[in-house]
């Protein structure tokens, strides 16, 4: 994984050996790996946590950060299975987020929204109805989201549920996407698929409003765009990430 220079590699490494998403075995070298883009943004504030501002939509979340954690494992209410990792997980004194990072992925093609049968145990907070709906929906074609990865996002947001109510904070789930106009080879990405993306982003949103888990969403030019007014030194880290990744 290529890393800016001013960051503190060690530690971001140290992130991703853990986990298991085998992004250190080559695939972070990708000119289109999402987890360069997540590492080099955040990693900044693994080891400086109460400089990272509030984020776009959320300044109501109890800043400064507590903590900031690249790669966090939530569990699901059981034992087996498969357990969701949180792109990075920021705890605050009443919240904690969990953000969702892409850069591609919505544009290589439809999501086929899959959901085992565990995910309809009587296990969830009742506060969490408007996604166990959304997650009916899809599975019975009531609901199209194709665009966007609705069905992780969901898992994600029952995985923050179940870890904040044994926490006492406050869940949001933040879905947090680069909006590129091109592949790394130049290729324009299509108008409509940009646009259809946006489109279900903000249809999912207005599904699952009111749960117990709070879903916000913003493009990654919002956030650096963001950090950058609010010191010299953060504004260094915001332009050298979207000269990196092209965000401007």
């Known amino acids: 994984m290529q890393l800016l220079d001013h960051l503190p590699k060690a530690a971001i490494l140290k992130a991703y050996e853990r986990s298991p998403g ?8 990708s000119p289109e790996s999402s987890s360069a883009l997540v590492a080099n ?6 080891e400086r946590e109460g400089q990272l501002p509030p984020l776009p939509g959320l300044a109501h979340a109890g800043w400064p950060a507590r903590q900031v954690k690249l790669e966090a494992n939530l569990r699901f209410p059981w034992s087996g299975g498969m357990h969701p990792w949180l792109d990075v997980r920021i705890d605050t004194d009443t919240h904690t987020v969990g953000v969702e990072s892409k850069r591609y992925e919505p544009y290589r093609g439809k999501h086929a929204p899959s959901f085992s049968a565990a995910y309809s145990r009587d296990v969830w907070s009742p506060d969490m109805a408007p996604y166990l709906r959304a997650m009916e929906r899809l599975q019975s074609d009531d609901l199209d989201l194709h665009a966007l990865d609705a069905a992780q996002l969901i898992k994600h947001a029952l995985a923050l549920s179940t870890h904040c109510l044994k926490s006492g904070r406050r869940p949001v789930l933040y879905y947090l996407f680069a909006d590129p106009s091109s592949w790394p080879d130049g290729r324009p990405i299509p108008e409509a698929a940009r646009a259809a993306h946006l489109d279900h982003v903000v249809a999912f949103s207005r599904e699952v409003a009111g749960a117990q888990v709070e879903f916000v969403w913003g493009t990654y030019k919002q956030v650096v765009d963001s ?9 260094a880290h915001a332009d050298a990430v979207s000269e990196r990744f092209s965000l401007s």
């Open 41 to 46: 943004s955040f990693g900044y504030f693994i």
């Open 22 to 29: 085998r992004e250190l075995d080559g695939k972070a070298d």
């Open 227 to 235: 950090w950058a007014a609010v010191s010299p030194g953060l504004r």
